[in-house]
């Protein structure tokens, strides 16, 4: 459609430790996400400015209330 915006846009990207995306990979293979979702959501808390410590807190009640 005119005027809307694609939901996905394919872009090349440069990561300067492959082993980076090995983790990502790693975990999908794990949960049985795809790991481009995965990456997408991990760059989406980083430009939202959600840190390490403010989604260890949510585990941690996540946790506490499933106990």
Do not use: W
Request: proline fraction near 6%; include cysteine.
């Amino acid at each position: 459609m005119p005027g809307t915006i694609p939901r996905y846009t394919q872009t090349p990207t440069r990561v300067s430790r492959p082993c980076r995306i090995a983790v990502f990979k790693a975990r999908a293979e794990m949960s049985g996400a795809n790991y481009q979702t995965l990456m997408n959501e991990a760059l989406a808390q980083c430009a939202q400015g959600v840190t390490l410590a403010d989604v260890v807190r949510d585990t941690i009640r996540q946790e506490l209330h499933h106990a």
